[in-house]
């Protein structure tokens, strides 16, 4: 969400900003609702001032003992008028903000121009893949031999795009879940929430997936809920309509949850395995940062999820997402891709994005500095959020699946899941 009075004064600017991103903003259609809402005031302003000036003039008369019902019924008319247009120049103001609220945010100025994943550029790279002196599989087929993953009964079970785990399959991603909270908040300083996995429609129009992805969410039918597509929503709703204590930010949680999303738009990409699934695992890390400390809290947040890959032993590379290519309420966002043997490819696995104040004005979280009576004179001003997945928990099964499977069809577990985990090796059922 854009300042009101910002957007107004520079929708020549923000629309050019907006084209890099293919996003094309309907210029002159907010300048005549905007036109009609400013004549609407002025309207009603000066009939105002008419009907003031008049009911003055209407009381000298009738001290004067002279008939005013005439002039009262004209004032009454100016007053039903001018209220009339302050209802109609308040019916423009909303609708104005309903269409702003599906205008992206603009990209920062060091995000490269582009128009889709080809146009991403890296930044670096951190290992090596694997070489093997055997054929590697996808994990789609070697979860199955090793009975650690059934599609098949997920299937019957629910439909689609859904997985069991079985037996160390299960452990495993509950270890990498474990594992990944203890990094996070032990060594990179976040603080664990445990939210709940459905949030209201105000919470989701907070973020940005309200209302314009309205189609990747489940609904409950019959209430004001939604499954949660990520810890995001509940974890930057936490300050929703707070103010924070400036000198206190960054404020740094992290969450687990399960995911839900209906992947509507994404048919044919990644059907196989659990890449692209309906309901996944993921722990989230969410930030509330200085508005001049953000991009440098970008970088740490982006640094904090490669460090599990790199704990866990498992090539990478980070890419800083075009123009094109962001999501739309972000205005930057580095892509953390794994390798992945099976298909011979990076593939994402984590989102870090800086959305500036473009969430935060939409929640109406603010910080200023100071407490008690000295902080009252403090203007409050809109925090920046940020957040980014640390890690996707199913695709760092399926690299860890695939990355370090070995000839006989068995995988090693990296060294820092053994304690968690409570074995080396995984081996298929017998």
């Known amino acids: 969400m ?8 520079n929708l020549d600017a923000i629309a050019k900003r907006l084209s890099d991103r ?26 105002k001032a008419q009907r003031n000036a008049e009911s003055m003039e209407i009381g000298k008369l009738k001290k004067a003992g002279e008939d005013t019902a005439e002039r009262q019924q004209k004032v009454r008319e100016m007053g039903e008028r001018a209220a009339a247009l302050e209802t109609r120049a308040t019916e423009l103001d909303e609708e104005y903000k309903s269409l702003l609220a599906g205008v992206p945010n603009t990209p920062h100025e060091t995000v490269p121009a582009g128009r889709s994943a080809d146009d991403n550029v890296e930044v670096r790279r951190w290992g090596t893949p694997p070489s093997f002196s055997f054929e590697p ?13 059934d599609f098949d009964r997920a299937a019957k079970i629910t439909g689609a795009r859904f997985a069991v785990y079985m037996g160390l399959g299960a452990k495993l991603e509950r270890a990498l879940i474990n594992f990944m909270l203890d990094v996070h908040t032990q060594h990179h300083g976040y603080t664990e929430v445990l939210p709940p996995f459905m949030a209201n429609s105000d919470s989701f129009y907070g973020t940005g ?19 949660v597509p990520t810890a995001e929503v509940p974890v930057t709703n936490l300050h929703r309509d707070e103010t924070l204590d400036l000198d206190a930010l960054p404020v740094k949680y992290c969450a687990y949850t ?28 969410v930030k509330f940062a200085h508005p001049e400390k953000s991009y440098d809290e970008l970088e740490s947040l982006t640094r904090d999820a490669e460090d599990i890959l790199q704990r866990l032993g498992l090539a990478y590379r980070t890419v800083v997402l075009c123009t094109g290519d962001m999501g739309a309420s972000s205005a930057k966002t580095y892509d953390i891709e794994v390798w992945l043997p099976g298909q011979n ?8 994005s800086n ?9 109406s979280i603010r910080a200023k500095s100071g407490k008690g009576p000295a902080a009252r004179s403090n203007k409050a001003e809109y925090v920046h959020t940020l957040n980014g997945s640390g890690l996707a928990v199913g695709r760092t099964w399926l690299a860890i699946v695939e990355n370090f499977q070995q000839a006989d069809g068995s995988v090693v577990v990296p060294e820092a899941l053994r304690p968690y985990l409570g074995t080396d090796v995984i081996r298929g059922v017998r």
Do not use: M
Not at 2 to 9: E, H, Q, S, V
Not at 214 to 222: I, M, S, T, W, Y
Not at 355 to 363: D, I, K, S, T, V
């Open 355 to 363: 959305f500036e104040a473009f969430q935060a004005r939409r929640a």
């Open 22 to 47: 293919g996003f094309t903003l309907d210029v002159d259609a907010y300048r005549k609702l905007d036109s009609e809402r400013r004549a609407a005031l002025t309207e009603s302003e000066q009939l």
């Open 137 to 149: 599989k996808p994990h789609w087929d070697l979860g199955p031999q090793l009975g650690i993953l």
């Open 258 to 285: 399960p995911c839900f999303r209906s992947e509507a738009g994404s048919y044919g990409r990644d059907v196989r395995g659990i890449i692209r699934q309906h309901q996944f695992q993921k722990v989230e890390l």
């Open 2 to 9: 854009y300042d009101l009075t910002y957007f107004r004064n």
């Open 209 to 227: 997936q309200l209302p314009k992805f309205k189609e990747d969410l489940f609904h409950l039918e019959g209430t004001d809920y939604y499954l």
């Open 345 to 352: 490819a990076y593939k994402e696995i984590s989102s870090c």
